[in-house]
């Protein structure tokens, strides 16, 4: 398990240094690496509203989460302080390319357009995107292609890959995005929005803690040709097949 998470470490930091000499030219002369060194601190970009990867804790101010934890044993290795920067999904490559932060935790996912301007160590997990609805409008729709019509509002987390695969694949539906504190899978239990677009891991996730249950494989999730049906229990099922 130790050997396993320095391999992501190791991972983690060449993207960092990688994405940099992307975005900023007049930084190349000085890696990110001894930058980071030289400072003794690694500044952290991170959102805090996508458990399991980074969530803030509301009590003490204080973030958690699988890739917390990941840059927390980054900075240890390093010998450096660690400083969380709070940042928002459709800020995260500009931060980066103001150099407001070194690297970013939150379970970030790869696209061609963050690719433009940043980079991205070893992917380590499939997380397709699917539509949740409330349990008591499962069976409304037959699939994701009959939620795009007029009168449906699909709520999004503003800047992130849901956000741009929805505008992709509904030319009719509302794209609603919200921005954090706020989520979207919250504004479907509030009942101001048809359904939610996120992946599987909310579901499996933050899902428990209102209730929600993921119980059988999805069909088709968002973005992919095979995938699995899920229905998710107690207060949301979701709708299937997109391509």
Known sequence: ???MLKGA???LGLAATLSLGLQAASAADDPLLHKILNRGTLRVGTTGD???FSELDQSNNTYKGYEIDVVTALAADLGVKLEFVPTSWDTLGAGI??????VVASGV???LERLKSVAFSEPYLDSPLVPLILKKD???FASWREMDKEGVKLAVMAGTSAEESAKKNFTKAEIVPITAPALDYQELLAGRVTAAITDTVVPTTAGPAYGIRLDI???SPI???NGTRAIARNVVGSVVEMP
Not at 97 to 102: L, V, W
């Open 1 to 3: 398990m130790k050997a």
């Open 9 to 11: 470490l190791v991972a």
């Open 50 to 52: 996508y458990p399991p």
């Open 97 to 102: 390319a103001a150099d407001k932060y070194d």
């Open 109 to 111: 996912t790869m696209t």
């Open 138 to 140: 499962d069976g409304k």
């Open 217 to 219: 494989p999805l069909t």
């Open 223 to 225: 973005g992919k040709k």
